[in-house]
């Protein structure tokens, strides 16, 4: 079947399961959430989710041995307690306000079914590979987890069985499983209070480099039942575009696409040429800036903000890096320096800017979350709570920090690499489908690596420090644009109000920094980061032009700090000190907290454990979030963009 064939098969599937999903719910929880709550005039608070979560529909967090599936992950991150598949209780200190299940199209159930099958249907089939899975998979669970790392490796060289890689042979299990699981998340979204959203993970992976997707919808049962998620190992990122679009146009639904992981994708996430080599076209950069509004520059598999090889002159650059820049996902291909461009998102944004220059469209300007991309079903952030990547790193596992963790080989990768982050925030009117959705749609969310800290930056050229004496937050909005937005240059600085709070359970913030990057001149592209505001600036005067450092109160043998150093709050009004006319640029805000314990430190701890060298030297860390930029654009660019925008 070909991947139109795919897609329309899709886009015509409307099952009488999902017609009989609406039993039970009301109105208000199988839709958008549109009219169902009263809405702040504008956004009020953060709204903190998870958009990149699996259960055991996954084709590998089943094979990982994962037991639960998308109602337990639904009851967990609504704020209920849950046995994980290791026996032993789960649950967030604090409920999350929205999640998307991000199940694998590619095979969905297919681990799960295979493991149920009998072993004589199995050996009927013929495929010997098949069978040895099967087998390992019901040896043990090591031998399981062997068996989901050649899996994936055979996903990324193109050798799947053909059992599981026809998509025709997996239309009827996926329309099932996609319909069933469409019911579970009604039953779960609560307008106002929890926000159910539907989605799937889309996971082309050539030659083992990861340029997986996550694609979410704005809209309840009505709609997403009558398409099935769009399978991804062999189609193109151009493809998966289309079928959203071809979804938008049959329902008058709404999608989006979230590139994540890309620091796996040696360098092919963020190519400044289209995927063939040739010159990137106008029509191809548009395409991607609609359909990918946002990326995931945090998870559990490491940090893609910035290397210190991309960024020199960033003390704070290279967070979560240890262990994901080796190589691709499997470890198949080793990553060489100039690929680095293409893996982090910083230097994405540089290159957006250098493409809008050429072609009139910036590919690359979008916003910025974080989610986990666990594989338990599970979606835990914090530090003293996490439950890894998958079963066999939870936190019943002792060894867990020191295992190897490489999908198949057994170098360069350990446990103690896993991040225990992050979380998407999203400034929105209210909790619902809608407004969660429309959220990222205009970018006005940003990403932590698991604290809740609430950060707010709007851009203008007219912000003043008595503006936080009055009603900020309007001034912010009528007098300016939030996170995501863009402004015009008007031959001035622009100015920025920054607003960042400590998480209420958690750290206080060490300092708040602004990242530019422009295009200068001589048209390359360079980039900045300044220290705005940071805690006790009275005693902590710049030295040599750096912040000193904050300091350290984590005692390593309990794995506990304090709060006598830093900040509960720190804002301010900053104005850019080396402006320069007709400039084309971003300003996004990094917030970093003082030092705190890993999961990594708190593991050695519970166990009695000693850490490796390597471990320990990484078990504190200074976990950070990430706002989504402010552009400015030359203003008759962005007069034309504007005059486009509207017909």
């Known amino acids: 079947m070909t991947w139109k064939a795919a897609a329309l098969a899709g886009i015509a599937s409307i099952s009488l399961a999902g017609c009989d999903a609406l039993s039970g719910v009301d109105e208000a929880q199988s839709g958008d959430g549109e009219g169902t709550i009263e809405l702040a005039e504008f956004p009020d608070r953060p709204y903190w989710g998870d958009t990149h979560l699996h259960t055991d529909n996954s084709v590998d967090a089943f094979g990982f041995g994962v037991r639960l599936g998308p109602e337990d992950a639904l009851r967990f991150a609504s704020g209920e307690e849950v046995t994980a598949t290791t026996g032993v209780p789960a649950k967030l200190a604090r409920p999350l306000d929205f999640l998307v299940i991000a199940d694998h199209s590619d095979g969905l159930g297919a681990t799960r079914r295979l493991y149920d099958a009998p072993r004589i249907g199995v050996q009927a089939m013929g495929d010997e590979t098949m069978l040895r899975w099967y087998d390992m998979m019901h ?3 090591e031998q399981s987890q062997r068996a989901i790392g050649e899996l994936i490796t055979a996903a990324a060289n193109g050798t799947l069985p053909e059992a599981m890689s026809d998509p025709e042979r997996q239309i009827e299990n996926t329309t099932d499983i996609w319909n069933t699981q469409l019911e579970i998340l009604d039953r779960y ?8 959203l539907a989605g799937f993970e889309w996971t082309l992976m050539p030659d083992g480099n990861n ?6 919808f704005r809209d309840g049962s009505d709609r997403t039942s009558q398409i099935l998620p769009f399978p991804g190992l062999s189609n193109t990122a151009e493809q998966l575009w289309d079928y959203m679009s071809a979804y938008a146009e049959k329902t008058g639904g709404k999608a989006l696409a979230i590139p994540h992981n890309s620091n796996l994708s040696n360098g092919m996430m963020f190519e400044m040429t289209m995927p063939d080599g040739s010159a990137m076209t106008a029509e191809y950069a548009a395409k991607r800036a609609a359909a990918e509004p946002v990326v995931e520059v945090t998870q559990i598999k490491g940090d893609s903000e910035t290397h210190p090889l991309l960024s020199p002159n960033d003390e704070m650059a290279g ?5 994901w820049e080796l190589g691709n996902l499997p470890l198949t291909a080793r990553t060489e320096p100039e690929m680095l461009g293409g893996n982090y998102v910083r230097e ?3 290159r957006g800017l250098s493409l809008e220059e050429q072609l009139g469209v910036n590919p690359y300007a979008f916003g910025m979350i974080g989610s986990t991309d666990s594989h338990t079903s599970l979606a835990t952030g914090d530090e003293d709570n996490f439950f890894g990547k998958h079963t066999g790193n939870e936190p019943s596992v002792e060894d867990r920090a020191a295992a190897a963790q490489n999908l198949g080989t057994r170098e360069g990768r350990f446990g103690w690499h896993y991040l225990a982050g992050g979380y998407a925030a999203a400034w929105a009117r209210g909790n619902t489908r809608a407004e969660i959705f429309d959220a990222f749609a205009r970018r006005e969310v940003y990403a932590t690596t698991g604290p809740r800290m609430s950060v707010r930056i709007f851009g203008g050229f007219d912000f003043t420090d008595a503006d936080w004496d009055g009603d900020w937050v309007r001034a912010g909005y009528t007098r300016g644009v939030p996170m995501g937005g863009e402004l015009a240059d008007k031959g001035s600085a622009p100015s920025f109000m920054i607003s960042a709070l400590k998480d209420p359970d958690g750290a206080n913030l060490d300092r708040v920094q602004v990242v530019k990057g422009w295009i200068d001149a001589s048209g390359e592209a360079q980039e900045q980061v300044y220290d705005a505001v940071w805690s006790g600036m009275e005693r902590r005067a710049l030295s040599g032009g750096k912040v000193p450092s904050v300091g350290d109160t984590v005692d390593r043998e309990t794995a506990t700090y304090t709060n006598g150093i830093g900040a509960a709050e720190l804002r301010t009004v900053w104005t ?10 971003f300003y996004y805000v990094r917030v970093i907290e003082i030092p705190t314990p890993r999961w990594t430190l708190f593991d050695a701890v519970r166990f009695g454990i000693t850490l490796s060298d390597a471990a320990m030297a990484d078990a504190v860390a200074q976990e950070r979030a990430y706002t989504s930029p ?5 203003a008759v660019v ?4 504007a005059i486009m925008e509207e017909g």
Do not use: C
Request: glycine share 10%; charged share 25%.
């Open 139 to 141: 040896e043990s669970p």
């Open 189 to 196: 979204n609560k307008p106002g209070s929890f926000t159910a």
């Open 211 to 216: 340029l997986h997707r996550v694609v979410m």
């Open 319 to 323: 967070y979560g890096v240890k262990g």
């Open 348 to 350: 994405a944004l540089k």
């Open 576 to 585: 850019d000190p080396d402006y320069s006319e007709g400039q084309r640029a």
């Open 630 to 634: 402010i552009w400015l654009r030359p």
């Open 638 to 641: 962005a007069t034309a963009t």
